[in-house]
C-alpha cells in the first residue's frame, strides 16, 4: 500500500479520487484504519468529547494531543496522520504555533491542523515555510462554538459564503495542503471546493467536497452523546468494525455517502 503523502492527496484533488479520513486515537483503530486504507487519520480534539467525556474540545491540552498521535504513529504506515493543535495552542503568535506543532510532528504527525480562516493565514504561511504542511478547518470551528453561539450551520448568508470563500482562499495562498469544512449547506460545499484548488475535505459539508471526514466514534455509534445530522451509523449493517470501516470508503469513494438525509 503506498503511503498517502500531502503531494498525493493533491494527486487526489486533481483526479477527483474522493479522500477519506476519519479520527483516530489509538494504536489498535489505527491498525485497523490502516487495513481498510482509510487516507488520512486525524488525532481529533473531539477526543476531549468521546474520550473524556467533557462536552466541548476546549479542555484538551497538548499533552493529551502529544499522546494520542504517538499511540496512532506506532500503528500506522499507509494513512496520512493530521495532529489537531488544541484550543489556546496557536493563537497567541506564530511563535508559539511552531513550539506546539513541532511537538506534534516530533510524536508523529506529519501534518498538522488549525481552526481559523483569514485570522491565521499569516501562522500557516509561517509553518508551511519551517517545514510544517498544514490543514486548515473553516466553516464551524468547535473551539470558538461559544463565540458561534452554538453548534450551528454556518454559511447561510450570501456574505457568510463569501467569507468562506475568502478564507479558503487565503489558507490556500498561505501554503496550506487541505482545508476541513464543517457543517455548511450542499452548496457552500460545492462553491468553496471550486473556489479553490487544494482539497476541501468535508463534514456536513455535502458531497460535493474533494473528501470526507467523521469522527469514528460516530460512525460506528460508539459514543452516546447527540450525533449530529451528517453522521451515518456504519456498523448497522455491517457484521465487524473492520467491515462499517472499509464501507464508510467504499461509500466516500463511489460518491454515496453522503446522501440527502446527512446533508443541509
Given at each position: 500500500?503506498?503511503?498517502?503523502t ?12 474522493p479522500?477519506?479520513m ?22 481529533g ?7 473524556q467525556?467533557?462536552?466541548?474540545t ?13 499511540c496512532?504513529?506506532?500503528?500506522t ?14 493563537q497567541?503568535?506564530?511563535?508559539q504555533?511552531?513550539e506546539?506543532a513541532?511537538?506534534?510532528m ?5 501534518m ?5 480562516g ?6 500557516v504561511?509561517?509553518?508551511v ?9 473553516i ?13 450551528k ?11 468562506l470563500?475568502v ?5 490556500e495562498?498561505?501554503g496550506?495542503?487541505?482545508i ?15 473556489a ?7 463534514i456536513g459539508a455535502?458531497?460535493?467536497?474533494s473528501g ?7 460512525m ?17 449493517d ?8 472499509k ?18
Open positions: 500500500m503506498a503511503k498517502v500531502s503531494a498525493r492527496l493533491q494527486t487526489m484533488r486533481v483526479d477527483k479520487d479522500v477519506t476519519l479520527t483516530c486515537t489509538d494504536a489498535s483503530f489505527a491498525g485497523m484504519l490502516d487495513k481498510a486504507e482509510v487516507d488520512m487519520f486525524l488525532i480534539d473531539s477526543l476531549g468529547m468521546v474520550i467525556g467533557d462536552d466541548s476546549l479542555g484538551v491540552t497538548m499533552d493529551d494531543m502529544v499522546y494520542h498521535t504517538r496512532v504513529a506506532k500503528a504506515s499507509r494513512g496520512l496522520i493530521v495532529g489537531d493543535l488544541p484550543f489556546g495552542s496557536y497567541k503568535s506564530p511563535e504555533a511552531i506546539n513541532t511537538e506534534l516530533a510524536a508523529g504527525a506529519q498538522v491542523k488549525l481552526e481559523g483569514v485570522v491565521m493565514s499569516d501562522t504561511r509561517f509553518l515555510e519551517r517545514g510544517i504542511p498544514v490543514c486548515g478547518h466553516g464551524l470551528t468547535p473551539q470558538s462554538v461559544h463565540a458561534l453561539g452554538g453548534f450551520v454556518q454559511g447561510k448568508s450570501e456574505e457568510a459564503i463569501n467569507d470563500i478564507a479558503a482562499k487565503a489558507l495562498q498561505s496550506a495542503s487541505a476541513v469544512l464543517e457543517l455548511v449547506p450542499n452548496d457552500v460545499g460545492r462553491r468553496v471546493t471550486d479553490i484548488n487544494i482539497p476541501v475535505i468535508g455535502g458531497p460535493y467536497c470526507q471526514v467523521l469522527n469514528l466514534y460516530d460506528l455509534d460508539i459514543y452516546q452523546g447527540r450525533k449530529p445530522k451528517f453522521v451515518k451509523n456504519f456498523m448497522a455491517s457484521s465487524s468494525i473492520l467491515d462499517a470501516v464501507a464508510y470508503v467504499t461509500e466516500v469513494k463511489a460518491g454515496t455517502f453522503p446522501g440527502p438525509e446527512h446533508c443541509f
